[in-house]
């Protein structure tokens, strides 16, 4: 037996998410997308997200033309709810809501048209369809940019279909990149943490978020802590979290 045998590594130091103050990305707005169903269960989260370090939450539910019908009146309704059920509980903390918009030909239509929920300066978070490019993406890209908006890109490690100079011919147009803490885990898939890797190593990541749906989730974010994709990640000076 070698004399290194039984040797353990040594284990990083605790990091928790204080470092960045905001999580931009969550479903905590009850029933009305696959995350939290009910107010109980937001709650729960929310203070559990508070516990992991996060000091202001801005909640980001599902828009979907075919699937989750979602207005900005019913999410800042929502976010009202869980806001005031906050206030009642004593539990300083700053609750936000924007939305996730998936990108179909529907979102594509209505840019010119439709005001959408965006976070910080006009910061506006899309998802991409995740087994097929969405078409004339450029051309939507540009519209959105036109009309005032600052396009942030959800999960780009989760799309496998692009690959290191896709995500920095977007970051070229101005597109910023939010990476999923969960991702860096392996929570998703071996594939996903490597493109994760990949955009970490490259500088290409703007805003990091939990993509929280549920306390399965919150039992994963606890395993970034002593992750060295999140001490990178925690020591980043592209990282915008921190001054929303």
């Known amino acids: 037996m070698s004399w290194f045998s039984g040797f353990k590594k040594k284990e990083l130091e605790s990091i928790d998410f204080s470092v960045l103050k905001t999580d931009i990305h969550s479903h905590l707005i009850p029933g009305i997308d696959d995350g939290a ?17 996060f000091s202001k939450i801005i ?20 976010r009202s709810d869980v806001q005031n059920a906050l206030d009642k509980l004593n539990i300083d903390l700053e ?30 978070l899309i998802e991409f369809p995740f087994i097929d490019e969405p078409i004339n993406i450029d051309e939507t890209i540009f519209n959105l940019q036109l009309a005032g908006y600052n396009v942030v890109l959800a999960h780009p490690e ?17 597109v910023l990149l939010q990476l999923n803490l969960l991702s860096i885990t392996g929570y998703y ?28 989730h919150i039992e994963n974010l606890k395993l970034c802590f002593t992750n060295p994709l999140w001490h990178k990640l925690s020591v980043s000076e592209k990282l915008l979290n921190k001054i929303l």
Do not use: W
Request: net charge negative; charged share 25%.
């Open 37 to 53: 169903q009910n107010l109980e269960e937001s709650l729960d989260l929310v203070c559990a997200l508070q516990e992991l370090g």
């Open 59 to 78: 909640t980001t539910p599902h828009t979907m033309s075919d699937f989750y019908k979602n207005t900005p009146e019913i999410i800042i309704s929502g």
């Open 95 to 124: 609750f936000g809501a924007a939305s996730e918009y998936y990108v179909d030909f529907d979102f594509q239509k209505k840019i010119e048209k439709k005001k959408f929920l965006t976070f910080g300066s006009k910061y506006l």
């Open 158 to 174: 989760r799309y496998l279909y692009y690959g290191l100079q896709d995500y920095e011919r977007l970051t070229n147009k101005g």
């Open 189 to 216: 898939s071996p594939e996903v943490k490597k493109q994760a890797e990949k955009l970490i190593n490259a500088d290409l990541v703007s805003f990091v978020g939990t993509d929280c749906h549920n306390m399965r």
